[in-house]
């Protein structure tokens, strides 16, 4: 087998540094791995080789394989001995001064063929190459951890990389078997900036008293098809490297409101608490295991009042069909009774706003979030407001409840839940596509790849509906007035056009 890149050097021996060598040899590559650190090469390599033996015992290499691969792999004591190396990926701390110093050596000591790449995952790859003779020859080339099972790299274009350098890495990745998506030189490349969405929002929710971070976590995990809830993935990957790409994000975009990071994380930072691997994080952890409290029993109500549901509820055809099939008695005047269950669904706004601009008593009144077909979820959210009574609350949470499917409730809140982190994820990604970024189709794949969503946000746009996606960002914006909330053109122009979030623009 021919590869991109027969002799190729890792510069850094940690975890990221280990996982890039392995599959670069296993891609067929001769492979030297080298660090500052006296001994850390040696170190990585018998990790790696550790690794290989674990997958022969597995049986996914014979012994012939796995001595070819330990072949392939050394450990060297000098920079000096990756002079002949045809690619040279950087590995080492997140530290730009370090990095281009690290390229400035490289620079005079390898060919003037051979390619240079930077596994940063937040530094500017143009200013990492600034200065150096050929910043052509530099790109960006982010792996994610851990790099044998995350099935994607993110190729940074830096402003003078040569286009030939970006494709020769993207076939090179094809050889290691990942799945090479073409990125811009912004803050956060594709990965780390569409997936801002997902966590700042669900910082805010529970930072404004909405729910707490176990409810979150159950909404979107059950009502949206998230594989974690974002309180879960962050106490997964640690505090100690979020929180900091948060802040890093939202500095290189000169303090846009959307990426603002949260206190939340900033406290917990500064506390040590980091998630699983200080064994307390959103959660705490005995032995590996997150210690849950267990959801309240639904309440139980002896008679349920009749219910009316706001002509102007999201999917009212739908809601009055559950209604009726959970057994309650349906109202169907044009105003409820003094007695009535009063049901709103809305899209973007608040229970609050709803009943004010209905004239509907508040007192009476809770709403359902029903933005994705009740079909197709595993959870129902219901909104009170503050002036909800607790009978009402409890026949509502009741009700919903009947068929055992389960059921949150939270104090209100604009776009409830899953309306404002979906909305959220899909507006960052459609002004992606707007500053160009990277294309939808490498934006779909890089998320889905590299958060592992149910879906990338542009189909979970399609899903939902690019106008129902509008309503609830215009109407978020209305009830909180941040322009965080301030819909994407890109989405805009779609909404108004009736167009599919997957259409390119030519």
């Known amino acids: 087998m021919i590869v991109n890149y027969s002799k190729v050097a890792v510069v850094g021996a940690g975890a990221m540094g280990r996982g890039i060598a392995q599959i670069a040899a296993q891609a067929g590559s001769t492979v030297l791995i080298f660090d500052t650190f006296a001994g850390a090469a040696e170190r990585g390599r018998g990790a790696v080789v550790a690794q290989w033996q674990k997958l022969h015992e597995k049986g996914k290499f014979d012994a012939a394989q796995l001595a070819a691969l330990s072949e392939r792999l050394h450990a060297v004591e000098s920079l000096g001995a990756l ?8 590995a080492v701390v997140e530290d730009m001064a370090v990095k281009r110093q690290l390229f400035r050596e490289l620079e005079a000591l390898v060919a003037p063929s051979a390619t240079l790449a930077t596994n940063t995952s937040s530094l500017s790859v143009t200013a990492i190459a600034a ?23 993110e190729v940074v274009a830096g402003f003078k990389t040569d ?18 998506v073409q990125a811009q030189d912004t803050p956060g490349f594709i990965v780390n900036h569409a997936g ?12 404004e008293g909405v729910a707490d971070f176990a409810t979150v976590d159950r909404i979107l995990r059950d009502q949206a098809g998230f594989r974690l809830g974002p309180f879960e993935l962050m106490d997964l990957t640690a505090l100690d490297v979020s929180h900091p790409v948060m802040e890093s994000i939202y500095r290189q975009y000169y303090e846009e409101p959307r990426y603002r990071p949260s206190v939340i994380t900033a406290q917990r930072l500064a506390a040590g608490a980091l998630g699983r691997k200080t064994g307390e994080g959103f959660y705490r952890y005995v032995d590996g295991t997150a210690q849950v409290t267990p959801e309240p029993a639904a309440p139980t109500v002896d008679v349920l009042p009749p219910v009316w549901v706001s002509p102007r509820a999201a999917r009212r055809a739908e809601l009055l069909k559950l209604v009726h099939t959970l057994g309650a008695q349906i109202e169907t005047g044009a105003a ?5 269950l009063i049901l ?3 899209l973007g706004f608040d229970v609050t706003t709803v009943a004010a601009v209905e004239r509907l008593d508040a007192t009476r009144t809770v709403g359902i979030d029903l933005m994705i077909d009740d079909a197709a979820t595993k959870r129902r959210v219901l909104a009170t407001n503050p002036a909800t009574r607790r009978d009402m609350r409890d026949a509502a949470h009741a009700l919903f409840a009947r068929d055992g499917k389960a059921v949150s409730v939270i104090r209100d809140s604009g776009g409830f839940v899953t309306q404002r982190v979906v909305g959220t994820i899909v507006n960052i990604a459609a002004d992606m596509c707007q500053q160009r970024v990277c294309s939808p189709a490498d934006l779909e794949t890089a998320v889905r790849l590299g958060l592992g969503y149910p879906r990338g946000p542009l189909a979970m746009g399609d899903l939902y509906g690019p106008t129902n996606m509008l309503e609830v960002l215009f109407n978020l914006q209305t009830v909180y007035g941040d322009p965080r909330y301030r819909p994407s053109p890109w989405l805009r122009r779609r909404g108004a056009l009736g167009l599919s979030l997957m259409h390119e623009e030519e």
């Open 131 to 153: 200065g150096l003779a050929h910043p052509e020859r530099i790109a960006g080339f982010h792996f994610f951890n851990p790099v044998p099972l995350m099935k994607v790299v």
């Open 344 to 346: 709103v669904a809305p």
């Open 163 to 180: 286009a030939a350098v970006l494709k020769q890495l993207a076939g090179y990745a094809a050889q290691m078997g990942h799945s090479a």
């Open 336 to 340: 409820p009774s003094s007695l009535a």
């Open 196 to 207: 801002r969405g997902f966590g700042t929002e669900a910082l805010r929710i529970v930072g």
């Open 83 to 90: 002079a002949d190396c045809d690619l040279v990926i950087e």
